[in-house]
T-cell receptor
Framework: DTAVSQTPKYLVTQMGNDKSIKCEQN?????MYWYKQDSKKFLKIMFS???????INETVPNRFSPKSPDKAHLNLHINSLELGDSAVYFC????????????FGPGTRLTVL | GQNIDQPTEMTATEGAIVQINCTYQ??????LFWYQQHAGEAPTFLSY????GLEEKGRFSSFLSRSKGYSYLLLKELQMKDSASYLC???????????FGPGTRLSVLP
């Protein structure tokens, strides 16, 4: 009964490669998010999607692009990976734009060599 | 600007009570959240405050003062499994921008 799932859990790759992280939620939520948590444990929001429209886009490099094929999925594509992209990436979802909280996926640990 | 402050680390004894403070300065305010994150795991929701006052949920309570830009999370009857990081997060007035604090790493000792 996984609510928010991400694949892969671990991703090790070389600089310059292009990679994708997939996220799926079975909660019927309207909004999905991507967060980056760096080595200092700061959690920063990267993207938010509501009904397949990008709501907010924090100042992340355009090498990062979210893609939402449907309401239940929000995938993260990263082009030309850099060392500084190494972090744990969390997907999350919430219902609507009101007071509801977010449910996080298990995270994907990305290591760029 | 957006700024959220929390103590970096705290230590408490099993069975005791601990209060984790959070102060915030954000461009807008539409709710304050507390999350628990065990090492290597995803954050999980603990509590939500949007009005001033205390919200109680079992052993956990959270307090908010909007005029002071201040919140605290109170953990009672501490258990070893409460050893984790506790993240304070503020949702801004636009509703979808969450700003997280640096987290407080709590160690519960026997």
């Amino acid at each position: 009964d996984t609510a928010v799932s991400q694949t892969p859990k671990y991703l090790v790759t070389q600089m310059g490669n292009d990679k994708s992280i997939k996220c799926e939620q079975n909660l019927g939520h309207d909004t999905m998010y991507w967060y980056k948590q760096d080595s200092k444990k700061f959690l920063k929001i990267m993207f938010s999607y509501n009904n397949k429209e990008l709501i907010i886009n924090e100042t992340v490099p355009n090498r990062f692009s979210p893609k939402s094929p449907d309401k239940a999925h929000l995938n993260l594509h990263i082009n030309s990976l850099e060392l500084g992209d190494s972090a744990v990436y969390f997907c999350a979802s919430s219902q609507g734009l009101a007071i509801d909280t977010q449910y996080f996926g298990p995270g994907t640990r990305l290591t760029v060599l | 600007g957006q700024n959220i402050d929390q103590p970096t680390e705290m230590t408490a004894t099993e069975g005791a009570i601990v209060q984790i403070n959070c102060t915030y300065q954000t461009s807008g305010f539409n709710g304050l959240f507390w999350y628990q994150q065990h090492a290597g795991e995803a954050p999980t929701f603990l509590s939500y405050n949007v009005l001033d006052g205390l919200e109680e949920k079992g052993r956990f309570s959270s307090f908010l003062s909007r005029s002071k830009g201040y919140s605290y999370l109170l953990l009672k009857e501490l258990q070893m499994k409460d050893s984790a990081s506790y993240l304070c997060a503020v949702r801004d007035s636009w509703g979808q921008n969450f700003v997280f604090g640096p987290g407080t790493r709590l160690s519960v000792l026997p």
